[in-house]
């Protein structure tokens, strides 16, 4: 059984980093094809792809977002890692993982729960 | 960056009817195309993928089609646990990157 669970802080300052681990289990991220994803979706809002990590440790950004973001993972603790900057109460969202493959398939088939992080003084 | 159009925001529908939903993307992105079901509090999940395949497990009366820059998303009978926020989602390989349409939330009439 595939599984994934966000992890972090529920409140942070303006200005401050957020850290956000993904644990997974079912799967290796290892594996040819693999990777993981961060989404996210402020109250009421849409939802919007944040950054991905290839199995092969090839990282991808989004556009508007990517001076703000890292991701990385530990292969052996299967985790993954997102890093955002100078967080603004316009960053108050839930924040997802999910699985994906870089190649023949490009959904998101298995979600975490998600993780709400509030922005602000 | 690739956008989507996704229509309408909302709708009301009877049980029993048939719902549509659309979603067009600003250029062509082939069958790149995926449909999310949201229901509150919950994260979203996988309904069809590669515009017209449906996910493992999911009711046939589920089902999209389209190519290109058009795509459908089709309930053919709708039932009451069908009650959700129907997101369709896109992926851009040059770079790699995916955008979400802005989501159709979907009532019982």
């Known amino acids: 059984q595939v599984t994934l669970r966000e992890s972090g802080p529920a409140l942070v300052k303006p200005t401050q980093t957020l850290t956000l681990t993904c644990t997974f289990s079912?799967?290796?991220?290892?594996?040819?094809?693999?990777?993981v994803s961060w989404i996210r979706q402020p109250p009421g809002k849409a939802l919007e792809w944040l950054a991905r990590?290839?199995?092969?440790?090839?990282?991808y950004y989004s556009t508007s977002l990517k001076t703000r973001l890292t991701i990385s993972k530990d292969t052996s603790k299967n985790q993954v890692v997102l890093t955002m900057t100078n967080m603004d109460p316009v960053d108050t969202a839930t924040y997802y993982c999910?699985?994906?493959?870089?190649?023949?398939?490009?959904?998101?088939?298995?979600w975490g729960q998600g993780t709400m992080v509030t922005v602000s003084s | 960056d690739i956008q989507m159009t996704q229509s309408p925001s909302s709708l009301s529908a009877s049980v029993g009817d048939r719902v549509t939903i659309t979603c067009q993307a600003s250029?062509?992105?082939?069958?790149?195309l995926n449909w999310y079901q949201q229901k509150p509090g919950k994260a979203p999940k996988l309904l069809i993928y590669?515009?017209?395949n449906l996910e493992t497990g999911v009711p046939s009366r589920f089902s999209g089609s389209g190519s290109g820059t058009d795509f459908t998303f089709t309930i053919s009978s709708l039932q009451p646990e069908d009650i959700a926020t129907y997101y369709c989602?896109?992926?851009?390989?040059?770079?790699?990157?995916?955008?979400f349409g802005q989501g159709t939330k979907l009532e019982i009439k």
């Open positions: 250029q062509d992105i082939s069958n790149y």
């Open positions: 990590i290839d199995w092969d440790d090839d990282k």
């Open positions: 590669d515009a017209s």
């Open positions: 999910a699985r994906g493959y870089s190649y023949g398939y490009y959904a998101f088939d298995i």
């Open positions: 079912g799967f290796s991220l290892s594996t040819s094809g693999m990777c």
């Open positions: 989602q896109q992926y851009d390989n040059l770079p790699p990157g995916y955008t």
